[in-house]
């Protein structure tokens, strides 16, 4: 859960003001809830070199989680700009706790490449970059621009290691003295990501407002005292809890149940369909039906599930440590169902301890030995793909009925494995050891913060309608 939030920050790509052509100092923000309660802050600098300038932006969280102690979240991104203002190299390095990933971005000019360096090794990825691929997220194109017709342009995601294509429009609503703005990330057709930003009148960002399961947490600027100013680690779990509008019983979560949601502020999308969950949309929202084979799946065409096989740098399934984990389950030829379950009994014995820090890959989620939800379906995800079994790791909603941190009947973030196994696409949750149809999908990854980042912020935008449990009659 924590990871999330922090992930959240990671999405923050530019702080308000920061990341301009102007070589001078911009100073300090502050990082609150739309409460007043503070997470952290954040500080940007700019210095000249001899051959251009270069920014560094750094973020500190102070989070905390149930009963366990506070823990710091820092991420620090270093970016080098030539004489010109276009970047050549941004090094992003992250830490929780003694646990440090470094990425690392070279930029050529018709691609860049792409470093991820943790404690497994590190893994590489070359990135076209299309004619005319920005790098600033649209803030050059912001400066003077009225509002009246939308952008729309491709841009680097170093975070994320591809180019994606980013739009921003005038936001539904206006704050007084500004002009605020929705910035969208798109996969294809598929929102990915939305901000809201508000500018002032020569199109400078003021404040970053960045939705989050609910909790809209804005990056402003500050003087450097009071974004220094001590404060209370930030309860994250009582934030992104939903209430659901219902009791959900044994039974129902065992069964059908069918969800109404609308979209807040008018900004649609479409939930993706699995192998349990299927979508109709119309004009005023969108309807989920889950069960257990309620939905048409996944694509099965053989590009789809070769990709669904491939190592990524989340997914390392050709490390030796995901390998050997994997290998007595292999040896064993069962079905692929059967495999994918005792994978997940295998995975158990290794992942036994809770840990909400962090946002670990297979490798390192084996090698620590601990994880939340998002560990367990990205290690099952890849042992999977050991097996030869095409995998993906969805991101979204799930149902509680326990009281967790003194909070029951609540949806809360979750992420599990989908598994191509004898010849459909089914759900497989190693946290919660199974399915039930409260598994709500938002989006469908490869386990990368991308994809659980864009979860959170999609899951901001819905506006619950309705729950109702799906009942078949009985014969006569």
């Given at each position: 859960?924590?990871?999330?939030?922090?992930?959240?920050?990671?999405?923050?790509?530019?702080?308000?003001?920061?990341?301009?052509?102007?070589?001078?100092?911009?100073?300090?923000?502050?990082?609150?809830?739309?409460?007043?309660?503070?997470?952290?802050?954040?500080?940007?600098?700019?210095?000249?070199?001899?051959?251009?300038?270069?920014?560094?932006?750094?973020?500190?969280?102070?989070?905390?989680?149930?009963?366990?102690?506070?823990?710091?979240?820092?991420?620090?991104?270093?970016?080098?700009?030539?004489r010109s203002g276009r970047p050549t190299l941004i090094v992003?390095?992250?830490?929780?706790?003694?646990?440090?990933?470094?990425?690392?971005?070279?930029?050529?000019?018709?691609?860049?490449?792409?470093?991820?360096?943790?404690?497994?090794?590190?893994?590489?990825?070359?990135?076209?970059?299309?004619?005319?691929?920005?790098?600033?997220?649209?803030?050059?194109?912001?400066?003077?621009?009225?509002?009246?017709?939308?952008?729309?342009?491709?841009?680097?995601?170093?975070?994320?290691?591809?180019?994606?294509?980013?739009?921003?429009?005038?936001?539904?609503?206006?704050?007084?003295?500004?002009?605020?703005?929705?910035?969208?990330?798109?996969?294809?057709?598929?929102?990915?990501?939305?901000?809201?930003?508000?500018?002032?009148?020569?199109?400078?960002?003021?404040?970053?407002?960045?939705?989050?399961?609910?909790?809209?947490?804005?990056?402003?600027?500050?003087?450097?005292?009071?974004?220094?100013?001590?404060?209370?680690?930030?309860?994250?779990?009582?934030?992104?809890?939903?209430?659901?509008?219902?009791?959900?019983?044994?039974?129902?979560?065992?069964?059908?149940?069918?969800?109404?949601?609308?979209?807040?502020?008018?900004?649609?999308?479409?939930?993706?369909?699995?192998?349990?969950?299927?979508?109709?949309?119309?004009?005023?929202?969108?309807?989920?039906?889950?069960?257990?084979?309620?939905?048409?799946?996944?694509?099965?065409?053989?590009?789809?599930?070769?990709?669904?096989?491939?190592?990524?740098?989340?997914?390392?399934?050709?490390?030796?440590?995901?390998?050997?984990?994997?290998?007595?389950?292999?040896?064993?030829?069962?079905?692929?169902?059967?495999?994918?379950?005792?994978?997940?009994?295998?995975?158990?014995?290794?992942?036994?301890?809770?840990?909400?820090?962090?946002?670990?890959?297979?490798?390192?989620?084996?090698?620590?030995?601990?994880?939340?939800?998002?560990?367990?379906?990205?290690?099952?995800?890849?042992?999977?793909?050991?097996?030869g079994i095409p995998t993906r790791v969805a991101s979204g909603?799930?149902?509680?009925?326990?009281?967790?941190?003194?909070?029951?009947?609540?949806?809360?973030?979750?992420?599990?494995?989908l598994a191509y196994v004898d010849g459909a696409w089914r759900?497989?949750?190693?946290?919660?050891?199974?399915?039930?149809?409260?598994?709500?999908?938002?989006?469908?990854?490869?386990?990368?913060?991308?994809?659980?980042?864009?979860?959170?912020?999609?899951?901001?935008?819905?506006?619950?309608?309705?729950?109702?449990?799906?009942?078949?009659?009985?014969?006569?």
């Open positions: 859960m924590l990871r999330r939030l922090f992930l959240l920050t990671l999405a923050v790509a530019i702080l308000p003001g920061a990341r301009q052509a102007d070589p001078a100092p911009q100073g300090w923000y502050i990082i609150a809830d739309d409460a007043g309660a503070v997470l952290g802050h954040a500080s940007a600098t700019t210095r000249t070199l001899p051959d251009g300038h270069e920014t560094v932006e750094r973020r500190e969280l102070r989070l905390a989680d149930g009963e366990r102690p506070s823990t710091i979240l820092t991420d620090t991104t270093t970016t080098r700009f030539d992003t390095e992250s830490r929780d706790g003694r646990t440090i990933r470094r990425t690392e971005t070279r930029i050529g000019a018709t691609s860049a490449i792409v470093m991820r360096q943790s404690a497994s090794g590190r893994h590489l990825t070359r990135v076209a970059l299309p004619p005319g691929t920005r790098f600033d997220n649209g803030e050059g194109l912001m400066r003077g621009w009225t509002g009246d017709a939308p952008l729309d342009f491709l841009n680097l995601n170093p975070a994320a290691g591809l180019v994606e294509r980013v739009t921003i429009e005038r936001a539904p609503t206006q704050r007084p003295g500004t002009l605020s703005v929705l910035r969208k990330r798109h996969e294809g057709s598929a929102l990915r990501g939305i901000m809201r930003l508000d500018l002032d009148t020569a199109g400078r960002i003021v404040a970053a407002i960045q939705p989050m399961f609910g909790v809209a947490v804005t990056t402003r600027p500050a003087d450097r005292d009071t974004a220094l100013r001590p404060h209370p680690p930030y309860r994250l779990l009582r934030n992104v809890m939903a209430r659901s509008p219902v009791r959900i019983g044994p039974a129902a979560a065992q069964g059908h149940i069918r969800y109404r949601f609308g979209f807040i502020d008018g900004i649609a999308f479409a939930p993706p369909a699995t192998g349990e969950q299927r979508v109709r949309a119309d004009a005023s929202g969108v309807t989920l039906d889950i069960c257990t084979s309620c939905g048409p799946g996944l694509p099965s065409d053989p590009a789809t599930l070769a990709d669904a096989r491939r190592a990524t740098a989340w997914l390392q399934h050709d490390h030796p440590r995901v390998m050997a984990l994997a290998r007595p389950v292999i040896r064993r030829q069962l079905s692929p169902a059967r495999t994918m379950q005792e994978l997940a009994v295998r995975a158990r014995s290794v992942m036994q301890r809770i840990d909400f820090t962090g946002h670990r890959s297979a490798a390192d989620a084996l090698a620590h030995g601990a994880g939340d939800c998002t560990e367990d379906a990205v290690v099952l995800a890849a042992l999977g793909r050991a097996a909603l799930v149902y509680s009925r326990e009281r967790y941190h003194g909070v029951s009947n609540v949806f809360m973030p979750h992420s599990w494995t759900s497989f949750d190693m946290s919660l050891d199974g399915f039930d149809a409260t598994h709500i999908a938002l989006t469908i990854g490869d386990g990368d913060a991308r994809s659980i980042t864009a979860a959170g912020q999609l899951a901001s935008l819905l506006d619950w309608q309705s729950l109702a449990e799906v009942r078949t009659r009985a014969s006569p």
